[in-house]
């Protein structure tokens, strides 16, 4: 391969890496706004025929003659709306222990939350700045946290209880701030006698980001029943990315002694919906041994973690968790649409309950649901979180490098710029530690560079003997490589030492790259007053109304500076790049002057609507490189002026011979 060409082969590879990454972002998508639904209906309840097949259960129900279990009914509470929880009085993080972490809206249809909001962070809207909106029901159905279907193993027919306006029994606080809701429903047999009570409480605790949920089925009857009951899990998460939908549905599984998790992102279970493949809707592990612990969805910043509480040990049993669910108004689009949502739903199996007043007539099971941000910290801090491997739900790409090295990188950036930003006091700022850090970065990796570049640089000039000798030794491909490997050993210089450092510092930039594009420390966090106001999102220097790109269909609402600067610099790197073989190879020297053209285009283009953290940081490393690149370029200068002078003397290294020096005398004579 020729020399050039090596070249530009491996600065395009790096540049195709970071194009990946930066598609990854999703900056060619836009976000469009949709209108919450406030109205909340309840349907009549009657006797209802299973939507689809029924969960599989072991086991026949039973007939008593004073009960007919052919069908269930129940009567419909009025519709009720309560809140636990409350907001703070200013939209920021503390750790304060008696401020509620989250208000809780919950309705009496399935007993269910019809909407979270978070009290420490706001929406991603500039001109009405409120408490983010995590979850709402207006984005999903059914309701989140709602019970689906009660029924008996075996029998066709189930009872909507996600239908069912449940009637509230409690709603108190306690003088801890503990407050507590319970919701109650009782099913009636076919011939109107009381038959099956669901009781299900949900709790909050101040300085706490878990929402407790306690549900118990007790049997009225004086026979044994065999159930099965369903719930829903969390869904109908806000859309966080103003790019690309990195919604997920997770779920985690115990593996021997580790945790492992699987995931299906959008764009997964969209195609899955799409051709009518269930399959593709499941959420299995590997290992058909695998315990399922919890299960979750996340957007990019944020995670809804449901986890049955086992009963002893560290996975539950007798919860089975359903497919994963996926639903989008605009499935024939060609991307998920604003309305899109995603879930999962959950399968109590261990309902064996005996007669009415008998031990184990009533079954409780407890749920712990995680309401908040994918917060290294918060998991860490929180030895059950740090057990049950929460972390996890972090999302770092880590492209051509394995996660398992990618991510105790990134964590240990994140670590380092949040100790930057607070050893700044009151005046941390993190697109300042952003900087700082890549500079930092550069600093300790400049040997390796300038190692890299001056082999780069010799390799250039070997250039035109290179061509000489591929024209010299056309036919003899043995001698051509013999004396390839002559030229090397004379100039000093090696192939593969050009490629090698940029090879080794990838899993660092990358590191270094998707810790900020992950970092929840980033969201919001302004940089300047006047421009930059949020590292992640676009640096948005002018404002205006939302317009559509012709032909492309991309949508900007704003004049964005960062890029363009980014594509100025990235020309000033291009310039800088050796050009003494252009002459003698004029196919390189071509492919040389598109990239020049094609680059600085490039990237600004694709990452116009990307975070103004991401882009802060290219474009420090790619101004840091500028510099680096010139003081490099003038050692190298000096180091051939010093050679054309013969002041440099001849090595072993560069194929000469090494002068012995003269053993000086003992003594003089």
Same mark, same amino acid.
């Given at each position: 391969?020729?020399?050039?060409?090596?070249?530009?082969?491996?600065?395009?590879?790096?540049?195709?890496?970071?194009?990946?990454?930066?598609?990854?972002?999703?900056? =060619?998508?836009?976000?469009?706004? $949709?209108?919450?639904?406030?109205?909340?209906?309840?349907?009549?309840?009657?006797?209802?025929?299973?939507?689809?097949?029924?969960?599989?259960?072991?086991?026949?129900?039973?007939?008593?003659?004073?009960?007919?279990?052919?069908? =269930?009914?129940?009567?419909?509470?009025?519709?009720?709306? @309560?809140?636990?929880? $409350?907001?703070?009085?200013?939209?920021?993080?503390?750790?304060?222990?008696?401020?509620?972490?989250?208000?809780?809206?919950?309705?009496?249809?399935?007993?269910?939350?019809?909407?979270?909001?978070?009290?420490?962070?706001?929406?991603?809207?500039?001109?009405?700045?409120?408490?983010?909106?995590?979850?709402?029901?207006?984005?999903?159905?059914?309701?989140?946290?709602?019970?689906?279907?009660?029924?008996?193993?075996?029998?066709?027919? @189930?009872?909507?209880?996600?239908?069912?306006?449940?009637?509230?029994?409690?709603?108190?606080?306690?003088?801890? !701030? /503990?407050?507590?809701?319970?919701?109650?429903?009782?099913?009636?047999?076919?011939? !109107?006698?009381?038959?099956? @009570?669901?009781?299900?409480?949900?709790?909050?605790?101040?300085?706490?980001?878990?929402?407790?949920?306690?549900?118990?089925?007790?049997?009225?009857?004086?026979?044994?029943?065999?159930?099965?009951?369903?719930?829903?899990?969390?869904?109908?998460?806000?859309?966080?990315?103003?790019?690309?939908?990195?919604?997920?549905? #997770?779920?985690?599984?115990? /593996?021997?002694?580790?945790?492992?998790?699987?995931?299906?992102?959008?764009?997964?279970?969209?195609?899955?919906?799409?051709? !009518?493949?269930?399959?593709? +809707?499941?959420?299995?592990?590997?290992?058909?041994?695998?315990?399922?612990?919890?299960?979750?969805?996340?957007?990019?910043?944020?995670?809804?973690?449901?986890?049955?509480?086992?009963?002893?040990?560290? $996975?539950?049993?007798?919860?089975?968790?359903?497919? $994963?669910?996926?639903?989008?108004?605009? +499935?024939?689009?060609?991307?998920?649409?604003?309305?899109?949502?995603?879930?999962?739903?959950?399968?109590?199996?261990?309902?064996?309950?005996?007669?009415?007043?008998?031990?184990?007539?009533?079954?409780?099971?407890?749920?712990?649901?995680?309401?908040?941000?994918?917060?290294?910290?918060?998991?860490?801090?929180?030895?059950?979180?740090?057990?049950?491997?929460?972390?996890?739900?972090?999302?770092?790409?880590?492209?051509?490098?394995?996660?398992?090295?990618?991510?105790?990188?990134?964590?240990?950036?994140?670590?380092?710029?949040?100790?930057?930003?607070?050893?700044?006091?009151?005046?941390?700022?993190?697109?300042?530690?952003?900087?700082?850090?890549?500079?930092? /970065?550069? +600093?300790?990796?400049?040997?390796?560079?300038?190692?890299?570049?001056?082999?780069?640089?010799? #390799?250039?000039?070997?250039?035109?003997?290179?061509?000489?000798?591929?024209?010299?030794?056309?036919?003899?491909?043995?001698?051509?490589?013999?004396?390839?490997?002559?030229?090397?050993?004379?100039?000093?210089?090696?192939?593969?030492?050009?490629?090698?450092? #940029?090879?080794?510092?990838?899993?660092?930039?990358?590191?270094?790259?998707?810790?900020?594009?992950?970092?929840?420390?980033?969201?919001?966090?302004?940089?300047?007053?006047?421009?930059?106001?949020?590292?992640?999102?676009?640096?948005?220097?002018?404002?205006?109304?939302?317009?559509?790109?012709?032909?492309?269909?991309?949508?900007?609402?704003?004049?964005?500076?960062?890029?363009?600067? #980014?594509?100025?610099?990235?020309?000033?790197?291009?310039?800088?790049?050796?050009?003494?073989?252009?002459?003698?190879?004029?196919?390189?020297?071509?492919?040389?002057?598109?990239?020049?053209?094609?680059?600085?285009?490039?990237?600004?283009?694709?990452?116009?609507?990307?975070?103004?953290?991401?882009?802060?940081?290219?474009?420090?490393?790619?101004?840091?490189?500028?510099?680096?690149?010139?003081?490099?370029?003038?050692?190298? @200068?000096?180091?051939?002026?010093?050679?054309?002078?013969?002041?440099?003397? /001849?090595?072993?290294?560069?194929?000469?011979?090494?002068?012995?020096?003269?053993?000086?005398?003992?003594?003089?004579?």
């Amino acid at each position: 391969m020729k020399t050039k060409a090596i070249l530009i082969t491996s600065l395009a590879a790096f540049l195709a890496l970071c194009g990946v990454m930066a598609v990854g972002t999703g900056v =060619f998508s836009s976000v469009s706004k $949709a209108a919450e639904a406030t109205a909340e209906q309840g349907p009549k309840i009657s006797q209802e025929t299973s939507e689809g097949t029924p969960p599989e259960k072991t086991g026949t129900s039973i007939r008593p003659s004073e009960y007919d279990f052919a069908e =269930f009914t129940a009567t419909q509470a009025k519709v009720e709306i @309560r809140s636990l929880g $409350a907001l703070y009085p200013e939209i920021e993080r503390t750790d304060d222990p008696d401020l509620y972490k989250f208000e809780i809206d919950f309705t009496s249809l399935g007993a269910g939350v019809r909407r979270v909001t978070l009290s420490e962070f706001a929406n991603r809207d500039v001109e009405d700045r409120q408490p983010l909106v995590l979850l709402s029901s207006a984005n999903t159905s059914p309701t989140p946290l709602a019970n689906g279907y009660f029924g008996l193993a075996g029998a066709a027919s @189930r009872f909507p209880l996600h239908r069912l306006n449940w009637a509230i029994s409690e709603d108190v606080t306690d003088e801890k !701030g /503990v407050q507590r809701l319970t919701f109650q429903a009782v099913l009636k047999d076919a011939g !109107g006698n009381d038959a099956v @009570r669901l009781t299900k409480t949900f709790r909050v605790i101040p300085g706490q980001y878990d929402l407790l949920c306690e549900l118990v089925t007790e049997n009225l009857s004086s026979e044994a029943l065999d159930a099965v009951l369903e719930l829903q899990g969390p869904g109908g998460i806000s859309r966080e990315d103003l790019r690309s939908d990195v919604r997920k549905v #997770m779920a985690a599984f115990l /593996v021997g002694e580790h945790i492992e998790s699987v995931s299906k992102d959008y764009a997964k279970l969209r195609k899955a919906r799409q051709r !009518g493949e269930t399959a593709d +809707l499941q959420l299995r592990h590997k290992n058909a041994a695998a315990q399922f612990m919890w299960a979750a969805v996340t957007n990019k910043y944020f995670a809804a973690i449901l986890r049955p509480v086992p009963r002893q040990g560290l $996975a539950p049993e007798g919860i089975a968790l359903g497919l $994963a669910q996926y639903t989008d108004p605009d +499935l024939a689009a060609r991307s998920p649409g604003a309305q899109a949502s995603a879930g999962f739903g959950l399968q109590i199996t261990d309902l064996q309950l005996a007669p009415a007043g008998q031990e184990g007539s009533s079954v409780s099971h407890n749920f712990d649901v995680y309401l908040g941000p994918k917060d290294r910290d918060v998991f860490e801090s929180n030895p059950l979180y740090r057990q049950l491997a929460y972390f996890q739900t972090i999302d770092f790409r880590g492209c051509c490098c394995p996660s398992s090295v990618i991510a105790p990188l990134a964590f240990g950036i994140i670590t380092i710029m949040k100790w930057m930003y607070k050893a700044m006091g009151p005046f941390g700022n993190y697109g300042v530690v952003i900087m700082i850090l890549v500079f930092v /970065v550069r +600093l300790i990796l400049h040997p390796i560079t300038k190692k890299s570049q001056v082999s780069m640089m010799k #390799m250039q000039k070997m250039a035109p003997r290179m061509e000489e000798l591929k024209r010299k030794y056309a036919g003899n491909k043995t001698e051509l490589n013999k004396q390839m490997m002559l030229l090397y050993r004379e100039q000093g210089a090696s192939p593969v030492m050009g490629f090698l450092p #940029m090879l080794l510092q990838m899993p660092i930039w990358i590191a270094l790259w998707t810790a900020i594009y992950t970092s929840i420390e980033l969201r919001g966090a302004p940089f300047l007053p006047f421009w930059i106001t949020d590292l992640s999102a676009p640096d948005a220097l002018i404002r205006f109304r939302e317009l559509t790109i012709p032909l492309l269909g991309w949508t900007i609402d704003s004049f964005n500076l960062l890029p363009i600067l #980014m594509g100025g610099v990235m020309y000033a790197q291009q310039k800088l790049m050796p050009t003494s073989a252009t002459q003698t190879n004029p196919q390189v020297a071509q492919q040389q002057k598109m990239m020049m053209i094609l680059m600085p285009l490039m990237f600004p283009i694709m990452l116009y609507q990307g975070p103004s953290g991401v882009n802060l940081y290219i474009l420090s490393s790619i101004s840091a490189g500028v510099l680096e690149q010139m003081v490099i370029r003038k050692h190298i @200068r000096e180091k051939e002026e010093e050679e054309s002078h013969g002041r440099v003397p /001849v090595t072993r290294k560069t194929g000469g011979k090494v002068k012995k020096k003269k053993p000086k005398p003992f003594f003089k004579t």
